[in-house]
């Protein structure tokens, strides 16, 4: 079947909006945290940076507070943020550099300012990118406010140099005096003039500027063979990490050094060492005696975060012996803290301290104690990668999810804990579906060892392997399998294959008939056991099998080619939803095309008018009204960015989230099967969020 000849739209009489309260589903952290920054101007003020998840202000022992919730698709590589800079004379200035990577069709890096904390944000775009989620993210900070010139802000980049605004970050220059082209970190010494930096270049890392940076030289006597990742001022000079790599991996050797620049001699501080490098490192104010610091890649045995309280003379291991309170995010308790990047004293407290991990950030009040508490400190703070999402309509999980590097969850309640995490653990998982007509069947797959898929029978509470895979297979995949209605048969396509059948559990494999290409999103039909679907959105054909993926044929064919999204997200720009309960009826997000509907059985493919563009849909329960269910979407409608809800089968729809949460780029979009009007999307880097309406329309 071909569009020509069968298209025909549905009206919308208009867009209205509804007020919808939107919260995180709880897990707790879940993501790199390269950074954290006290500010000195105002106490209890402290903010942190992460590689995926935008960034957060936490006051007062409050909770973490996200700061970019508003940046929507176009602005989602902006969630990578690589920087922070906070002004010392003024507590309510906060600046940053976001951008996630520097590769061929990424965005330009972005300097972000703010004038009220972060709660809104102005913008200058940057002639450069920014890595920040790639290697080197978690390095000191390459902002530095002038402390006797607020105006005067220097930024430094990963492979574009050393730039400089002296408006307070409205233009920029690049300052050609400057030796390398990666920058670690940037900082004014405090005396006029004075500012140093460190390049990404063993043995020639830590450079000074005696002219507030016009022109710059390599500090003579440094560690040779290794380079500088972090600085602080001390009573004594300045501290200074070395490791021979960027990190957050890589890192073998390293070492702390004490320099003062007033005697220009460089003094060793002797750590207790097993190989690895140091990153993090703080010295406190108020006791002038105390540095801490931590390690970079020791994953043998283990990471570690040290104190000194004699200058450095002699070190204590505060992890070891140290008591550990998870009780805002239980999971974290099964894993050892890693990518220690960032370790940092309360300038205003010197019992205060906290250090950032690969899955989130510890904090104590009781530095000085023989025995030191460790508390994970999440609340607020969700910046898993939630891959893929999905709600039985039946049994204990109201949500089951697919996360990088943290398996994935079963939520009971999205916004309260307990959760349960998958097991055993895979890490990576980045595919999950179930059984509509046999809820409790569920499936997945992952990256981390062979069989890279696994099926569960009890809704996700535990997994069993696969016996088997396909053979080629080297990854689960992205979005990658499907189950079908009644549980029995399950098609998979993992990384780099077409689609794949299994009729027994995953015991054994047989590559699925009829020519669909590599890399797609297979999905279920949710009343006949028997349909399976597969959008290949760049050749503009829907694929149907009606022999339960033995054998697939083209259902449609002539439909809008999209372009495919680079990166493992090959299918951003498309995507097939089955409608609950419905044989047959599919419903289709083209991307930059709009939305559209699939009647199988009728043979017959409806436009929904209205939406500019259409990248994800799913479904909720049905208003009271209707017999079909609610359909969500996310796309453009009318130039404008949103989460949309229909009642009436897409013939009218409402906005159900605002400007200020847009929570970049959308993985998944879908509905509650048991709750009317609830939504669920889980958002790259912000984990899960779910929206209930709090009024009528």
Known sequence: MRIEGANRACEIANVKSAAYEWKSAVVGGGGFVPG?????AKQGLIYARTDMGGA?????DGQWIPLNDAFGMEESEYYGVLSLGLDCNDADFVCALNGKYTGEGSLPAAFHYSFDRGDTWERTLLPFKAGGNEKGRGTGE???INPCDSGDIIMGSTRDGLWRSRDRGLTWDRVEGFPAEAVNF???????????????VKGKSFLCSCDRGATWQEVPGQPKGLMALRACKCAEGI?????DSVGPHGAESGGVWLYSAEKREWKELKLPGYGGGFSGVSACPGKRERFIVSTLNRYSPK???FLSDDTGASWRHLLEGAKFDFSEAPYASEITPHWISDVKINPFDPDNALFTTGYGVFETKNLSSATVEWKFTARGMEQAVAAQIVCPSKGR??????????DGFVHENPGSLPLIRHTPHVGTTLSVAYAPLAALKAVKTFNARPPYGAYSQDGGMSWTDFSSFPEGAKSGGFKSAAISADGNVIIWAPKGLCPHRSADNGKSWEKCAGGVAAGLWPVADTRNPGRFYVFDGVKGILWESTDAGISFKEALSGLPKSAAYPGDDGMAEYMAAPVPGSEGDVWLACGRHGLYRYMGVEKELVRISGFDRAYRTGFGKSAAWSLYPSVYAWGFMAGIEGFFRSDDCGKTWIRINDDRHKYGFIHCITGDPRVFGRCYVSAEGRGILYGDETANY
């Open 56 to 60: 957060y202000r936490r006051e007062n």
């Open 36 to 40: 954290i920054v006290f500010s000195g």
């Open 186 to 200: 940037v900082m004014f010494d405090g005396e006029p003039g004075l500012v140093y930096a460190a390049a990404a």
């Open 142 to 144: 390459r902002i530095a």
């Open 303 to 305: 990471d570690g975060v």
């Open 239 to 243: 501290i200074i990490t070395f490791s």
């Open 397 to 406: 999980a109201a949500l089951v999810s697919a996360m990088g590097d943290i």
